[in-house]
């Protein structure tokens, strides 16, 4: 087996596919903003494969480190090792704000389909249930050029309309009428870009060109029938162009030997 080729089924856990997808969204020389766990997971092994001039800006305030393995955390002064820059949440912040951040990877509780993100209240208020709050999300995804979102394919937090927006999709409303119109009308010169694409335990997902969620690729072992019955709108998955690659062996070997030696994520 060259180190090249695809692993097979069963050769590889499902936290191994989620982190070699979102890696491959990466684009050499792009400035990433990351947050902990799998998108550490991901911008390391992108920096050893096929991104090795991207730039990786920590949440907590670490630019352009190469950690000689993962840290724990944002916070983890491995983060600063041979960086160009310890700063803080503040500084990394402005960074957002003067847009020189090409990508960012982020999470959430509940998406809907025009890609807005809930990470405050799962059923709206009042009497929802208090979630985590925005902690940056927001700022991130708002300024960002694109995001990639990673998220757990339940049909409970695949909605067709979020029960609160942390952070704007492609649709958002509009002050002070609540019509639904496209990012870039509500957020004029400000406007960046928005969601690129999410990356669940079952496939990866895309937006067409008014905003909407589809069905890009299906992980192995799911048909896209299987992920469309795990979203509570009508997914479009005429547009599945087939299998999620499976990691390469390489992937594995780095993942496991030189990114989470330690498996602090990967365990």
Known sequence: MAGNDYAKVGEFKPIDLLAVAAARE????????????????????????????????????????????????????????????????????????????????????????????????????PGGKRLTGSGGNADINSLARRTVFIMVQEKRRWVERCSYITSPGWRIPKWPGGEFVHKKEVYNKAFRGGPWAVISDMGVFRFDDEGVIYLDTVHPGFTPEQVRDKCMFKLNIARVSGETKTPTYNDLELLYKVVDPEGIFLS
């Open 26 to 125: 990466v684009s050499d020389g792009e400035v990433v903003f990351a947050g902990t766990g799998l998108p550490m997971l991901a911008i390391m092994l992108a920096q050893r494969t096929n991104a090795p001039n991207a730039t990786c800006i920590y949440e907590a305030g670490s630019v352009d480190g190469r950690p000689i393995d993962l840290p724990t955390s944002v916070g983890d002064a491995r983060c600063h090792y041979q960086g160009a820059l310890a700063s803080g949440l503040w500084d990394v912040f402005g960074q957002l704000g003067r847009g020189v951040v090409d990508m960012a990877f982020l999470g959430g509780a509940e998406i809907d389909q025009y890609g807005s993100v809930n990470t405050t209240y799962m059923g709206g208020l």
